[in-house]
């Protein structure tokens, strides 16, 4: 009787057949992390309010009516607050949530593009230092010391004022500038995966380095670059705000929120909400990428796999 209840060769047990799968452990792992289920949350609120914007709002974020000017929001005690416009008028008498909706658009798009061409090039010149060392590596920190030694702002400060301001000329001065970040992780990451034995294995199998890149290195350095994309994703949207700020980024009157901080700057003692309301809605933003990028790094980090 002993020997029927023991599992046979090559049979599985009660517990291996009962026990959850790999996509039950990691739904289990996103429902309890609660960093990433409420950054999650409030970056798909902001981007369908972005999408939905024409829906929701009835107004044109271009159209100005100085009779309707500086129209505090409701929930200020003031009799010219009106649930028309529930979040007030700037001085030029648009509609805030109209603009703030379109401006949503604005920040994701540019840090979304922005995130992507740096991600490529930093991505690819730290895998490729990282996996070929020697002059290979010797060149790319060449490249990234250079880089690093030159300040992000000042740069794209006079890259702007140079070649003029436009959204497109925006993201591509972002993106030319905040791919270090990716280049050093990535190179890190790759340093540490190539000396692992399956690199060796595929290497002795004849697989050519195209594939032991893509199949092999790629995968163990995903998790590495969900964070630093997140990282830049955030901060390029900080710098286009800043640039913004300064006259030197989006201009007027395509909706921005940096833009619609700098139009404020000379009411922000006599009516503070023009400044509030875009400066939360950016830190709601910045906040919710930071957060989802750390979970989606927590519960899809290869030490918490079994």
Known sequence: ????SEPRAGMLSAEE???PSPGALLRRRVLHHWGLM??????AIIVLMALLAPLISPFDPYDQQLARKLIPPIWHASAKATWVHPFGTDHLG???LTRLLYGARISLLIGVSAMLISGVIGTTIGVLAGYFGGRVDMVVNFIVTTRLSMPVVLVALAVVSIIGS?????IWVLG???WDRFAVVMRSATQQVRVREFITAAQAVGCSTPRILFTEVAPNVVNHLIVVATLEMAHAILLEAALSFLGLGVQPPTPSWG?????????MFFDPWLISIPGIAL???VLSINMLGDGLRDVTAPENRN
């Open 94 to 96: 648009r509609d805030y």
């Open 176 to 178: 030319l500038l905040i």
């Open 259 to 267: 833009l619609m901080i700098s139009e404020a700057k000379g009411l």
């Open 1 to 4: 009787m002993a020997e029927l």
């Open 17 to 19: 057949i009962l026990a």
């Open 166 to 170: 436009s959204l497109t000329v925006v």
């Open 283 to 285: 830190f709601l933003l």
């Open 38 to 43: 409420l950054g999650g949350a409030i970056l």
